[in-house]
């Protein structure tokens, strides 16, 4: 039987920096437009303009598409840019992925990694978070080998939580601690783990009275 579990971790640090559909909608508006080839401001801003209008756009729904493309979290509602920050679905399991990949066996074994979205289903962890606490500013180096400046927003020092719903007859709950707080402690949940962020502990799994499930 699946059960749900209410998961509790405590989180030093978060970075989501989220891939949108709408950046793939700009790159492809500017790569269609030929925007691109032209040598000056004013031309790429002509040459993009005529485009949009043979495609049934205005500078303003193209304007739009940048807005979305650029926000820094998900969201309860993406479409509320005022609503609660959440820790979404598929980088809670890529962290938990990665994971069985890289710990011990006597964490979990490897050859779980394959099925564990099906083994453990998520929902999106509430980090109670509106808004950026701070800003975490570097320098990266891009495919052309040269650095830019890239700032990523970053919500520090609060609980997290959400549901799991797995089959204890699968996975044991003390085996889903464990690879949580292995998760924390060593893999990192989101964007720029390898500078250690998305790092945090486990606080508390429990089980939700009545949500057993065939």
Known sequence: MIEA???????ESYIANPYWPEVDAL????????MNFQRTDEKRAATLLAYLQQCGMTMD????????????WYRLDDE????????????LSGALVQTCNVSPSSVIKTSWAENLRTIL???PWRTGKVQADKVFARYVKGESNQRRYQESPEIDDFDAHG???????VIKPPKVEALLKYALCNVGIGACRKM???RGEF?????VQGSASA
Do not use: N, W
């Not at 579990?5 to 989180?11: A, I, P, R, S, Y």
């Not at 790159?27 to 030929?34: D, P, T, V, W």
């Not at 606080?203 to 089980?207: A, D, E, K, Q």
């Open 61 to 72: 729904d193209y304007r739009a598409l940048e807005a979305k493309s650029q926000r820094p």
């Open 27 to 34: 790159i492809e508006l500017q790569k269609k437009s030929g």
């Open 163 to 169: 549901e799991i719903r797995f089959d204890p007859d």
């Open 80 to 91: 509320d840019q005022t609503s609660e920050i959440v820790m979404p679905r598929h980088q």
């Open 121 to 123: 289903r998520l929902e």
């Open 203 to 207: 606080v508390s799994l429990t089980p």
């Open 196 to 198: 250690a962020y998305g």
């Open 5 to 11: 579990h209410e998961v509790v971790v405590h989180m």
